[in-house]
């Protein structure tokens, strides 16, 4: 089983849509939890962190499940700049490693 | 800051030649990430030093593989000899700190014919 697992996609959703992107980990001593955007042949960007309680930025809303040990990502009113691959990341702390451990991405393409 | 800065950002060798890439971290970031990233595997980290000293190589994938970092604002990756399977994106990462935002390069692709 894969650490971290992704729907790969793609989703092809319309301009203002609301897409939601689902992620699941293995490790059950994962500690922080991230998602990073990745543009085509581009470098992977932080987008958010991802706490505990949830949380919101602006268009985006990151959820945490431990129990379940799931992530979640929604986006509302997509924009066409939304158009990317979204990687779930987390992290787990041992033995004085901080290794992030990168799911493969779901890709997303927003339609006009 | 010109955030992190990696040559070349393509490379195109033949099988069984030495490949090197380069990395310049922010400054004042005190670790330092190589990452390999292909669409079988998805990003995967190869190896990663905190103030120029390897920590964890455990993703190195054999002893082809071989990272330096012989100063705060220089780090090479090398492969010698190289391997048509070692075609990839090879991503550069810094931060501050072990569990801060991790800054990544534009990457180098290589391509092993």
């Known amino acids: 089983r894969k650490e971290v697992e992704q729907d790969p996609g793609p989703f092809n959703v319309p301009e203002g849509a609301t897409v939601a992107f689902n992620c699941t980990y293995s490790n059950s001593a994962s500690q922080s939890f991230f998602w990073y955007r ?7 960007k932080l987008l958010m962190s991802v706490y505990s309680s949830g949380n919101e930025d602006g268009r985006f809303t990151a959820q945490l499940n431990r129990a379940s040990q799931y992530i979640s990502l ?38 006009p | 800051d010109a955030g992190v800065i990696q040559s070349p950002r393509h490379e195109v060798t033949e099988m069984g030649q030495e490949v090197t890439l380069r990395c310049k971290p922010i400054s004042g970031h005190d670790y330092l990430f ?12 190869l190896i990663y030093f905190n103030n120029n000293v390897p920590i964890d190589d455990s993703g190195m994938p054999e002893d082809r593989f071989s990272a330096k970092m012989p100063n705060a604002s220089f780090s090479t990756l090398k492969i010698q000899p190289s391997e048509p ?29």
């Open chain 1, 38 to 44: 990745q543009d085509c042949r581009k470098e992977p």
């Open chain 2, 85 to 113: 399977r070692d075609s990839a994106v090879y991503f550069c990462a810094s931060s501050l700190g072990p569990q801060n935002i991790q800054y990544f390069g534009a990457g180098t692709r290589l391509s092993v014919l």
């Open chain 2, 34 to 45: 190589w990452y390999r990233q292909t669409m079988m595997r998805g990003l995967e980290l």
């Open chain 1, 74 to 111: 929604l986006i509302r009113d997509s924009k066409l700049s939304d158009s990317a691959t979204y990687l779930c990341v987390v992290r787990v702390v041992g033995a004085g490693s901080y290794q992030l451990t990168f799911g493969k991405g779901t890709k997303l393409s927003v339609i």
